[in-house]
């Protein structure tokens, strides 16, 4: 069995968005396997005090976040536009990923969610958005309806419980085993640690 | 001319310390020179409601902090002890390096007070101990009273006011005229920026 790790990501994140537009093909390079896990940064803000994003809540950090991502999309190759509201609800999105979590086509929907939100400037939010971007993945409605249902919602809760209890403070996070990596900046570095197994 | 960067940091930062301890050799093998700019952070912090270090005052990303920076310093062999006291008041220190800063010993100051405070946990807001840094790179105890001056505590308040009127919001920060490049991660592609002039 191959080694894996766990990409702990938000769909209103914005340093997610480079981090999980490569992290599978930086991961397949060195025969390590992704296990996708969406989670909540809203009641982990909210836990520090916050009710916005920090970059809202901070204004010389958020100028700075929005210049630093033009630069990385660019470096990177991905296309990058503001998108002109910050931040999105990742909520529907975010319980459709972790309720179908084992299919083969959540990968594809991650980066479609992502690239709608910062590089389309399109509302993730908005269910009719969700359809669209369900079938332009050859997947349809009934997904988005599967992830309304209760037990999908308290999946997710869950999950976002268990972040917190795994010590993830912010988005994207790589996690293997108790071993973390915080940010865009550290997928390739993560990617290196768990091909050579260097746990704890 | 050669190009040159405004290496913006605070003695307390811990991400400052690998950034102070490489940037000066990136840079020259670069052909770049580095301008030193010590401030102060607290101030900074005081601004966004902090009356501590964040990392104080968000322990998850706090206890992440310790542990990336021991990685970090793994990874670029240097010498890296939790500090039995944080955030230690850099004001002394920064005052030093502030009022002398065009001399040639400033780098190598700078570089023993990272040294004293994140690998050998010494005190480095403490008058005798910076007396014993400047003894061991050939200065005397006169650069230490020359910067209680009141002129001297006036240029580094003035200069911590640069660094917030410049968006600045955290340590260590890189300035290339307006373009800012923050933190430890972002030392190399800053000075490759700075040395193909890609000025806005």
């Excluded at 308290?154 to 999950?159: D, K, P």
Aim: glycine letters at 6%; one cysteine or more; proline letters at 7%.
């Amino acid at each position: 069995m191959s080694p894996s790790l766990e990409f702990w990501f938000e769909f209103a994140s914005t340093y997610s968005y480079p981090a999980a537009m490569r992290v599978e093909a930086v991961a397949q390079r060195a025969g390590v396997s992704v296990v996708w896990r969406p989670f909540l940064l809203g009641p982990i803000f909210a836990e520090q005090g916050w009710n916005d994003s920090p970059f809202n809540l901070y204004p010389a950090k958020g100028r700075y976040m929005w210049r630093d991502l033009e630069r990385i999309c660019a470096a990177q190759g991905i296309a990058f536009r503001r998108p002109s509201a910050f931040p999105r609800s990742g909520l529907r999105a975010a319980r459709i990923a972790c309720h179908h979590a084992d299919a083969p086509w959540v990968p594809d929907f991650v980066r479609a969610v992502y690239r709608a939100n910062f590089a389309e400037d399109r509302d993730v939010a908005d269910p009719v958005v969700l359809r669209d971007l369900l079938a332009s993945i050859g997947e349809d409605r009934s997904r988005l309806e599967a992830a309304s249902a209760p037990e999908a919602k308290g999946a997710l809760r869950t999950q976002t419980e268990r972040a917190a209890a795994l010590g993830i403070f912010g988005a994207p996070t790589i996690a293997i085993g108790e071993e973390l990596f915080w940010g865009n900046d550290r997928v390739e570095q993560a990617v290196e640690w768990c091909a050579r197994a260097e746990l704890p």
